[in-house]
T-cell receptor, first 119, second 113 residues
């Protein structure tokens, strides 16, 4: 089945530095990538939606300059947390929407998540 | 707008007990409905789905029936196992071209031997 490889799985960084999280779709084309943030014991909060080759659409309250999303190809999307602070510590998950036969179906494939800790 | 309301947990059961996790939804169109499972420290895995009214999704002993009249998609399993311990999320796709999923809050299930 479809697989999304998300790296790194865990990262610890110092306050003020930037961290890049990658999501790669294996064996399929991800026309749309969703980036979520999950706080402990809470649901997934959609941060932004990106389509290949175009700018990401951010949800209300999400700082686009802080959470940079790039979706340069149909198999790779990246989330960069810039100038990270301890409050950015969280679990980040990507989800790729698969396109089949020219008509988008409901094939969502999730990455395994990245645990970010900012110290 | 579209939304999902899921029963709050945590839910604690003994092995072989019957499980129900309630999920109701609000949608303007004809949504597709999903249950996802998240094991500790991992991403989400699709457990089952239903794309139209009266459909029943099933997988690994779990079942959920898409009930349009009650706008519900309750998750059930007749006999849970310790390995079922995880967080379960109900979700809907409203059918728009935007394609985003709307998630419930998640329900933590713990099964004791």
């Amino acid at each position: 089945g479809a697989v999304v490889s998300q790296h790194p799985s865990r990262v610890i960084c110092k306050s003020g530095t930037s961290v890049k999280i990658e999501c790669r779709s294996l064996d399929f084309q991800a026309t749309t990538m969703f980036w979520y943030r999950q706080f402990p014991k809470q649901s997934l909060m959609l941060m932004a939606t990106s389509n290949e080759g175009s700018k990401a659409t951010y949800e209300q309250g999400v700082e686009k300059d802080k959470f940079l999303i790039n979706h340069a190809s149909l198999t790779l999307s990246t989330l960069t947390v810039t100038s990270a602070h301890p409050e950015d510590s969280s679990f980040y998950i990507c989800s790729a929407k698969e396109r089949q036969g020219g008509r988008t179906n409901y094939g969502y494939t999730f990455g395994s998540g990245t645990r970010l800790t900012v110290v | 707008g579209d939304s999902v309301t899921q029963m709050e947990g945590p839910v604690t059961l003994s092995e072989e007990a019957f499980l129900t996790i309630n999920c109701t939804y609000t949608a303007t169109g004809y949504p597709s409905l999903f249950w996802y499972v998240q094991y500790p420290g991992e991403g989400l895995q699709l457990l089952l789905k239903a794309t139209k009214a009266d459909d029943k999704g099933s997988n690994k002993g779990f079942e959920a029936t898409y009930r349009k009249e009650t706008t519900s998609f309750h998750l059930e399993k007749g006999s849970v196992q310790v390995s079922d311990s995880a967080v379960y999320f109900c979700a809907l796709h409203g059918g728009s071209t935007l394609g985003r999923l709307y998630f419930g809050r998640g329900t933590q299930l713990t099964v004791w031997p």
